[in-house]
């Protein structure tokens, strides 16, 4: 959609802003919003309310364990159309969207700025969306931690349209956003039909090959069903010639050192990340856990999701190893075989219904990862599996690149149509 400009403009003396329409106003925040300061002394609310993600949710009350209702009269409360504000951590967080518009009448934290105004809070709203994107707010905070006051608040400039003016811009963007999240959904929903068919393509060729007439057998395992005739069902310690746990060595985030440690967040990805490896000092002897190619890395503590993660290691950099290895016999397996099956959703089920609870996590034992099951066919159809699986899922990863960078560019149409609007670079009246 193409948009026109308004007739006359006037620069509004502030620099991120830039030139605003000539009858609007530039304001000091005060001039408009008065703070929220009601505390909810008595317990007069119990609705608890949260900011997550640029919205005002509801919480339940249960779920937040160690919370007395005695420490909800700290909160304040906050009716429907106030605004709200998380201004901590300014200098660390800079991802975060940090205003909201409450639908609801509840409490929320003391920490958090709630402010309200006779103007249209939807207008001012997206006008606080399209500042935070601008990082307006965090050249404003000063202190370690970079919070805002409200004294700091009431001094920044604000537009001032008429009212109705502001009432046809925030109607417009209402349906406006509304139509590009529509877009964006259907691509996301999109991804993750894209991702169960990569998983499907995977399990299927890795448990049943690629030859559609072979004649099968049962493979004595309730969850793998039926496997070519002419395959082995093996348990991976029998074609594995390493399973070695990693250096306890305590590590450092800093590179002081020659020594790339891998640790759990270095491949929750599926592949390994070295910008998330740890080091060592270089008076350690780590010889014995250096990375041959084509190991495995293999997370046996972790939360339950991703508990069983794996990676293989690619030989690109000198790694050793802080968590679990398995070396395979290179003339027997496939690496790229190996990796295609260790992912499936078949082998993640044999470890995690016997994972064992530790502190916030789950953890593996290394009997039973080298106790879990796999399919085993000859070299040669481990090597065209392996060959199959790759053109394909680059395909459908091509289609969900595609889709992601759609959504990309969604998201900066949806967030230049917001900023354009309330600041009056393009004149949306007569559009609702």
């Known amino acids: 959609m193409e948009f026109s400009a308004y007739s006359e403009y006037k620069h509004s003396g502030v620099e991120w802003l830039g030139e605003v329409p000539k009858h609007w106003d530039v304001v000091r925040f005060g001039k408009i919003f008065d703070e929220n300061k009601r505390k909810n002394l008595g317990m007069k609310e119990t609705n608890v309310l949260s900011l997550s993600y640029g919205n005002i949710k509801e919480k339940n009350i249960d779920d937040n364990k160690g919370l007395l209702p005695e420490s909800f009269e700290t909160y304040q409360i906050i009716e429907p159309n106030d605004i709200i504000f998380r201004f901590t951590d300014l200098q660390n967080d800079k991802r975060s969207l940090r205003n909201a518009i409450s639908k609801f009448h509840g409490i929320i934290t003391s920490a958090y700025i709630s402010v309200k105004t006779q103007q249209n809070s939807d207008f001012y709203n997206y006008l606080f969306r399209a500042y935070d994107l601008k990082k307006v707010f965090y050249s404003m905070g000063d202190g370690m931690r970079q919070s805002l006051k409200m004294d700091e608040l009431n001094r920044m400039p604000v537009v001032l349209p008429s009212i109705n003016e502001q009432n046809q ?186 994972c064992k609870p530790a502190v916030n996590q789950v953890s593996l034992t290394s009997f039973y990862i080298k106790s879990a099951r796999i399919t085993f066919p000859p070299v040669n159809e481990q090597n065209q599996i392996a060959q199959f699986l790759d053109k394909e899922t680059a395909k459908i990863d091509e289609l969900i690149q595609k889709q992601q960078k759609l959504i990309t560019q969604l998201k900066e149409y949806r967030s230049s149509v917001i900023s354009y609007a309330v600041t009056g670079k393009i004149d949306v009246r007569g559009l609702v």
């Open 169 to 354: 811009i925030a109607q417009f963007l209402d349906k406006e956003t509304a139509k590009i999240d529509e877009l964006i959904a259907k691509q996301e929903q999109l991804i993750v039909l894209l991702e169960e068919q990569r998983k499907s393509v995977i399990s299927h060729a890795v448990t049943k090959g690629l030859n559609p007439n072979t004649p099968m057998k049962d493979s004595g395992v309730e969850w793998l069903g039926e496997v070519p005739e002419h395959w082995q069902v093996l348990q991976l310690k029998q074609v594995a010639i390493g399973f070695t746990n990693g250096t306890t060595a305590e590590q450092m985030s800093e590179n002081f050192s020659v020594y790339k440690v891998s640790r759990i967040e270095s491949i929750s990805q599926g592949v390994i990340d070295y910008e998330k490896v740890g080091y060592l000092p270089n008076n350690y002897n780590l010889e014995k856990f250096k990375l041959n190619k084509n190991d495995f890395l293999i997370s046996h503590i972790n939360s339950f999701d991703k508990v069983g993660n794996s990676a293989m290691y690619d030989g690109r950099e000198v790694l050793y190893h802080g968590m679990n290895l398995i070396r395979f016999t290179p003339i027997s397996i496939n690496p790229i075989f190996m990796g295609y099956f260790i992912k499936t959703e078949n082998f993640l089920y044999q470890l995690k219904r016997v």
